[in-house]
């Protein structure tokens, strides 16, 4: 694996077509699989690992997100990545950046009104890696549902010669999806935590019963989340990030909530004819918490 600094030398690295895996870093299972699938779709695997200073709305959550580049980098080794794009913020921003990339519609509620201006520090940041990196493809997963709709959107609107590939959700053995955040929820609150994915889970056998009324899946979400600070429960079109009334088209039905400090977001992807996308569970403990007392 090779190790870039910069736009200029990471593209002078690249033959053939290339599979973009954007990180930023302490990577879990979910980009390992990310990693995985743009193996076997290009020529080369090339990873980006950047702390992204513009999708921060709480300094406090930028200055603790875990920075561990030698184990990253082993990881991104090991998973078969070829570039490892690594800039510094030098490099990402050389002057202090009056631009911003805002997707309109797409971004405004759910997550957007929760975090003012992470979408469009994630929007630039994107962009900025699409067009310096010029990958054929790029992989997120589905996780981040509402990121991923806009991220499509505005590859559309910008016309950038990339393809989106959303990948599956990863989740840890109890159901939470992969997060670095899952490190810091406390022991006693794990239990609190994996329901969140329980009441969504509950909510796709509604769906794959019959149901298509937004507001009876939403509530049979929200009945795993009592007690819980519940920032939102949404159904939501899966092109627009819209809310929707009814389940009749391909939508996601998303949550986010704080246990015990720590902000979670899930969702699962369900589709008009009862069938759903809830993820892939992990056989065994991730290695999100490998020397973690």
């Known amino acids: 694996m090779k ?15 290339i599979g973009l895996v954007p990180t930023l870093g302490y990577l879990h299972e979910g980009h390992l699989d990310l990693m995985s699938r743009a193996k076997v779709g290009n020529d080369q695997v090339m990873a980006s690992l950047f702390v992204n200073p513009l999708q921060f709305d709480e300094v ?4 603790a997100y875990p920075r561990q580049f030698e184990r990253d980098a082993r990881l991104m080794k090991q998973a078969g990545v070829d570039i490892l794009f690594a800039p510094s913020v030098e490099e990402m921003y050389p002057i202090e950046p009056v631009t911003r990339v805002v997707v309109g519609g797409l971004t405004e509620s759910m997550e957007g009104a929760h975090r003012p201006g992470h979408f469009a520090g994630v929007a630039t940041v994107v962009t900025k890696l699409l067009a310096g990196l010029q990958p054929d493809r790029a992989y997120f997963g589905k996780k981040d549902a509402q990121q991923l709709a806009m991220v499509i959107r505005l590859t559309v609107d910008l016309s950038l010669p990339v393809e989106i590939v959303p990948c599956s959700t990863i989740r ?7 997060s670095s955040r899952n490190i810091r929820i406390p022991a006693g609150d794990r239990d609190r935590a994996a329901r969140v ?5 509950a909510a796709a056998e ?27 429960v949404a159904l939501a079109e899966r092109a627009t990030a819209q809310r929707l009334a009814t389940l009749d088209r391909p939508a996601f039905l998303a949550t986010a909530v704080r246990i015990g400090g720590v902000r979670l977001i899930d969702n699962v992807w369900l589709e008009p004819n009862g069938t759903s996308d ?15 007392n």
């Open 172 to 178: 840890e053995s109890d159901g939470l999806a992969l």
């Open 197 to 201: 994915s329980k009441g969504l889970f």
């Open 60 to 63: 406090a959550d930028f200055d």
């Open 278 to 292: 809830r993820g892939t569970l992990l056989r065994s403990t991730s290695i999100l918490y490998e020397g973690v």
């Open 206 to 232: 509604l769906a794959a019963s019959g149901e298509r009324d937004g507001q009876v899946l939403e509530r049979a979400a929200l009945e795993y989340l009592i007690g819980i600070d519940v920032e939102y």
């Open 3 to 17: 190790v870039a600094e910069t736009f200029a030398e990471c593209r002078s690295l690249t033959e053939g077509s």
